[in-house]
């Protein structure tokens, strides 16, 4: 079951963050008006790896740090499996970004990584 605070959690960031909007209007195209929260964290991933250097980033990535590891266990796990992991150790792309990351999502990319 979809917790409705990752729906409310996903769909804000794009408010908060307004370059995440075209990814949320491509995910609700793509999926019938329906956010699953997993996969649009997952296309927010993307989007942050192609653009790391970009001003709006550090930003999304202290929101996202200042929710991880929160109140919402939820969030937390959204978070941890949908962003962090896929921020894998040996891609580029995810290199620039995971030294971006707050200290506690650092944390959890290095737990899950084991390095």
């Not at 794009?14 to 964290?41: T, Y």
């Not at 192609?50 to 990535?61: A, C, G, H, M, Y």
Request: hydrophobic fraction near 45%.
């Amino acid at each position: 079951m979809t917790s409705a605070i990752c729906v409310a959690f996903t769909a804000g960031a794009a408010f908060k963050f307004r370059q995440l909007e075209d990814v949320l209007s491509e995910h609700l195209k793509d999926n019938d008006g329906e956010i699953l929260p997993d996969l649009l964290m997952a296309d927010y991933c993307r989007l942050v790896e192609r653009v790391p250097d970009d001003e709006w980033v550090r930003s999304f990535l202290a929101y996202l740090e200042d929710n991880f590891l929160g109140q919402s266990e939820s969030l937390t796990e959204l978070i941890s499996v949908s962003f962090i992991e896929h921020l894998l150790p040996n891609e580029s792309l995810s290199g620039s970004v995971v030294k971006l990351l707050g200290e506690r999502m650092l944390e959890e990319h290095q737990r899950i990584f084991r390095h």
